[in-house]
Protein backbone atom coordinates (compact mmCIF):
# COMPACT_ATOMS: atom_id res chain seq x y z
CA UNK A 1 0.00 0.00 0.00
CA UNK A 2 1.31 3.31 -0.83
CA UNK A 3 2.14 5.67 2.01
CA UNK A 4 -0.72 7.36 3.89
CA UNK A 5 -0.39 10.89 2.71
CA UNK A 6 -0.71 13.50 6.10
CA UNK A 7 -2.99 16.11 6.21
CA UNK A 8 -1.82 19.37 5.36
CA UNK A 9 -1.76 20.61 9.11
CA UNK A 10 -3.31 24.76 9.61
CA UNK A 11 -1.14 27.38 10.43
CA UNK A 12 -1.82 27.71 13.80
CA UNK A 13 0.36 30.82 14.47
CA UNK A 14 -1.03 33.02 11.02
CA UNK A 15 -4.45 32.63 12.11
CA UNK A 16 -3.77 33.00 16.11
CA UNK A 17 -1.98 36.58 14.78
CA UNK A 18 -5.09 37.57 12.09
CA UNK A 19 -7.67 37.21 15.03
CA UNK A 20 -5.84 38.89 17.91
CA UNK A 21 -4.84 41.30 15.62
CA UNK A 22 -8.66 41.78 15.17
CA UNK A 23 -9.55 42.14 18.41
CA UNK A 24 -6.64 45.10 18.78
CA UNK A 25 -8.30 46.53 16.71
CA UNK A 26 -11.55 46.34 17.75
CA UNK A 27 -10.43 47.70 21.13
CA UNK A 28 -8.73 50.61 19.15
CA UNK A 29 -12.07 51.47 17.50
CA UNK A 30 -14.07 51.40 20.99
CA UNK A 31 -11.19 53.41 23.54
CA UNK A 32 -10.16 55.85 20.85
CA UNK A 33 -6.86 57.22 19.96
CA UNK A 34 -5.08 56.76 23.46
CA UNK A 35 -4.46 53.44 22.92
CA UNK A 36 -2.87 53.62 19.36
CA UNK A 37 0.37 53.29 20.42
CA UNK A 38 0.63 50.13 22.75
CA UNK A 39 -2.01 48.43 20.06
CA UNK A 40 0.29 48.75 17.59
CA UNK A 41 3.24 47.78 19.88
CA UNK A 42 1.23 44.92 20.57
CA UNK A 43 0.59 43.73 16.62
CA UNK A 44 4.20 43.96 15.91
CA UNK A 45 5.35 42.03 18.95
CA UNK A 46 2.12 38.84 17.81
CA UNK A 47 3.22 39.47 14.06
CA UNK A 48 7.05 38.47 15.42
CA UNK A 49 5.77 36.12 17.57
CA UNK A 50 4.28 34.43 14.37
CA UNK A 51 6.91 34.68 11.75
CA UNK A 52 9.11 32.81 14.66
CA UNK A 53 6.32 29.97 15.40
CA UNK A 54 6.24 29.57 11.52
CA UNK A 55 10.86 29.46 10.99
CA UNK A 56 10.51 27.37 13.84
CA UNK A 57 7.96 24.70 12.51
CA UNK A 58 9.94 24.56 9.32
CA UNK A 59 13.49 24.20 11.48
CA UNK A 60 11.96 21.12 13.23
CA UNK A 61 10.28 19.60 10.01
CA UNK A 62 13.66 19.91 8.24
CA UNK A 63 15.11 18.22 10.99
CA UNK A 64 12.70 15.12 11.31
CA UNK A 65 13.10 15.09 7.44
CA UNK A 66 16.58 14.66 8.25
CA UNK A 67 16.96 11.95 10.70
CA UNK A 68 13.96 9.96 9.27
CA UNK A 69 13.40 7.82 6.48
CA UNK A 70 9.90 6.85 4.75
CA UNK A 71 7.85 4.49 3.67
CA UNK A 72 8.44 5.21 -0.40
CA UNK A 73 12.46 4.94 0.11
CA UNK A 74 12.01 1.58 1.33
CA UNK A 75 9.85 0.67 -1.21
CA UNK A 76 12.84 1.42 -3.76
CA UNK A 77 15.00 -1.09 -2.43
CA UNK A 78 15.35 -3.91 -4.30
CA UNK A 79 13.86 -7.38 -2.89
CA UNK A 80 17.29 -8.33 -1.55
CA UNK A 81 17.87 -4.90 0.11
CA UNK A 82 14.71 -5.22 1.44
CA UNK A 83 15.77 -8.54 2.88
CA UNK A 84 18.92 -7.39 3.93
CA UNK A 85 17.31 -4.37 5.05
CA UNK A 86 14.72 -6.64 7.17
CA UNK A 87 17.64 -8.56 8.93
CA UNK A 88 19.62 -5.74 10.03
CA UNK A 89 16.57 -3.97 11.68
CA UNK A 90 16.20 -7.88 13.60
CA UNK A 91 19.59 -7.80 14.44
CA UNK A 92 19.21 -4.08 16.11
CA UNK A 93 16.13 -5.61 17.84
CA UNK A 94 18.22 -7.74 19.47
CA UNK A 95 17.95 -11.36 17.35
CA UNK A 96 21.11 -13.05 15.42
CA UNK A 97 19.03 -13.23 12.08
CA UNK A 98 20.38 -14.91 8.91
CA UNK A 99 19.01 -14.31 5.27
CA UNK A 100 17.98 -17.74 3.60
CA UNK A 101 18.07 -18.75 0.59
CA UNK A 102 16.39 -16.57 -2.33
CA UNK A 103 14.37 -19.47 -3.83
CA UNK A 104 12.38 -22.76 -2.77
CA UNK A 105 12.15 -20.70 1.06
CA UNK A 106 8.88 -22.13 1.23
CA UNK A 107 7.52 -18.46 2.59
CA UNK A 108 10.54 -18.11 5.30
CA UNK A 109 13.08 -15.10 4.43
CA UNK A 110 14.62 -14.60 7.47
CA UNK A 111 16.28 -17.54 10.57
CA UNK A 112 16.08 -15.90 13.91
CA UNK A 113 17.48 -17.02 17.40
CA UNK A 114 17.13 -15.02 20.66
CA UNK A 115 16.47 -15.59 24.59
CA UNK A 116 13.28 -16.81 23.50
CA UNK A 117 14.73 -19.37 20.95
CA UNK A 118 14.51 -20.18 17.39
CA UNK A 119 12.06 -18.24 15.33
CA UNK A 120 11.13 -17.46 11.67
CA UNK A 121 10.38 -14.16 9.93
CA UNK A 122 8.60 -13.67 6.22
CA UNK A 123 8.93 -10.51 4.32
CA UNK A 124 6.91 -8.53 1.50
CA UNK A 125 7.53 -5.89 0.51
CA UNK A 126 4.14 -5.22 -1.43
CA UNK A 127 2.82 -1.80 -2.17
CA UNK A 128 -0.90 -2.60 -3.79
CA UNK A 129 -1.87 -5.74 -1.12
CA UNK A 130 -2.63 -5.86 2.58
CA UNK A 131 -1.58 -9.47 4.07
CA UNK A 132 -4.11 -11.28 4.82
CA UNK A 133 -4.92 -14.70 6.97
CA UNK A 134 -3.49 -17.23 4.65
CA UNK A 135 -0.27 -15.53 4.50
CA UNK A 136 -0.13 -16.07 7.95
CA UNK A 137 -1.46 -19.53 8.18
CA UNK A 138 1.60 -20.56 5.75
CA UNK A 139 4.04 -18.99 8.46
CA UNK A 140 2.57 -20.26 11.14
CA UNK A 141 2.72 -23.68 9.49
CA UNK A 142 6.49 -23.47 8.80
CA UNK A 143 6.54 -22.55 12.46
CA UNK A 144 5.31 -25.78 13.52
CA UNK A 145 7.22 -27.68 10.56
CA UNK A 146 9.98 -26.04 11.84
CA UNK A 147 10.35 -26.19 15.49
CA UNK A 148 10.21 -22.57 15.60
CA UNK A 149 8.66 -20.96 19.01
CA UNK A 150 7.80 -17.21 17.22
CA UNK A 151 7.64 -15.81 14.00
CA UNK A 152 7.59 -12.27 12.60
CA UNK A 153 5.31 -11.37 9.49
CA UNK A 154 6.98 -7.93 7.79
CA UNK A 155 5.61 -6.01 5.10
CA UNK A 156 5.52 -2.42 3.50
CA UNK A 157 1.99 -2.64 3.45
CA UNK A 158 -0.82 -3.45 5.77
CA UNK A 159 -2.78 -6.15 7.34
CA UNK A 160 -6.29 -6.81 7.32
CA UNK A 161 -8.74 -7.28 10.42
CA UNK A 162 -9.22 -10.85 9.46
CA UNK A 163 -5.55 -11.58 9.56
CA UNK A 164 -5.17 -9.39 12.78
CA UNK A 165 -8.07 -10.97 14.25
CA UNK A 166 -6.36 -14.64 13.43
CA UNK A 167 -2.91 -13.75 14.49
CA UNK A 168 -4.19 -12.50 18.44
CA UNK A 169 -3.09 -14.80 21.26
CA UNK A 170 -0.69 -17.01 18.45
CA UNK A 171 3.27 -16.30 18.91
CA UNK A 172 3.34 -14.32 15.82
CA UNK A 173 4.43 -10.14 15.55
CA UNK A 174 2.79 -8.37 12.84
CA UNK A 175 5.26 -5.29 11.53
CA UNK A 176 3.30 -3.38 9.06
CA UNK A 177 4.41 -0.34 6.81
CA UNK A 178 4.27 3.02 9.52
CA UNK A 179 5.69 0.13 12.03
CA UNK A 180 9.17 -0.26 9.51
CA UNK A 181 9.34 3.32 8.76
CA UNK A 182 9.47 3.80 13.00
CA UNK A 183 12.03 0.98 13.28
CA UNK A 184 14.11 2.40 10.31
CA UNK A 185 14.35 6.06 11.79
CA UNK A 186 14.99 4.74 15.10
CA UNK A 187 17.75 2.26 14.44
CA UNK A 188 19.25 3.79 10.97
CA UNK A 189 17.92 7.64 10.92
CA UNK A 190 17.82 8.57 7.60
CA UNK A 191 18.43 5.74 4.91
CA UNK A 192 19.93 6.70 1.77
CA UNK A 193 20.09 4.25 -1.12
CA UNK A 194 23.17 3.45 -3.70
CA UNK A 195 21.88 3.01 -7.32
CA UNK A 196 22.75 -0.42 -6.99
CA UNK A 197 20.44 -0.81 -4.35
CA UNK A 198 17.27 0.81 -6.19
CA UNK A 199 14.53 -0.66 -8.82
CA UNK A 200 14.19 -0.06 -11.91
CA UNK A 201 11.11 2.32 -12.41
CA UNK A 202 8.96 -0.91 -14.07
CA UNK A 203 10.25 -3.32 -10.91
CA UNK A 204 8.76 -0.54 -9.00
CA UNK A 205 5.29 -0.88 -9.89
CA UNK A 206 5.28 -4.43 -9.37
CA UNK A 207 3.75 -5.56 -5.62
Not at 117 to 141: E, F, M
Not at 149 to 161: A, P
Request: proline share 3%; net charge positive; glycine share 10%.
Amino acid sequence: MSRRRRRSEPNIGGIAAVALALLVLSWINQNGEKVVAPAIALIVALSVLAVGYVVFRRWRTRAWLASHTDLETILLMHPRRFEGFCRELMDREGFRSKVTRYTSDQGVDLELSGTAGRGIAQVKRWTGNGVGRPQLQQLYGEMAHRGAVYGYFITTSWFTREAEAWSRGKPISLIDGRDLEQLASRHFGRIRLTSSEILSPVQHRRP
